[in-house]
């Protein structure tokens, strides 16, 4: 069995948030915070990543797409999806993410139209 708990103390800055790695779990994980008013960066990678919500409040923005963000929530973009986290609340937002490689989900998912993506 695996252990591991949120350290902020272990968080740094990444994608214009804080972050941190959870090792040894057979995929990529890590914790995140967003700051109140803050927001993460703009981004889209070839793995798809899910996030699960364990305090806070905001919004996960997927192209032209708002979705709210709170304990419990939990988010799963594809490959290429462009997305942000918002955090509109007045505390931290933190969250949990683990993310992989699908070499035949990312090429649907570059192929297809339907993906979400800003610009």
Do not use: C
């Not at 008013?37 to 919004?59: K, P, Q, Y």
């Not at 999806?81 to 918002?86: F, R, T, Y």
């Not at 937002?93 to 339907?114: G, K, N, P």
Request: aromatic residues 10%.
């Amino acid at each position: 069995m695996i252990i591991n708990r949120y350290d902020p103390d272990a968080l740094h800055e990444a994608f214009g948030i804080d972050m941190s790695s959870v090792e040894g779990l057979g995929v990529g994980a890590g914790w995140g915070r967003v700051a109140p008013g803050r927001s993460s960066d703009s981004h889209h990678h070839d793995e798809t990543e899910l996030f699960v919500v364990v305090a806070g409040s905001g919004e996960f923005v997927a192209g032209t797409e708002r979705y709210a963000a709170e304990p419990g929530t939990v988010a799963l973009f594809e490959p290429f999806e462009s997305h942000v986290l918002h955090n509109t609340g007045t505390t931290d937002l933190v969250f949990l993410t683990q993310y992989w490689r699908d070499a035949e989900r990312a090429m649907a998912s570059a192929r297809s139209t339907a993906r979400k993506s800003f610009g």
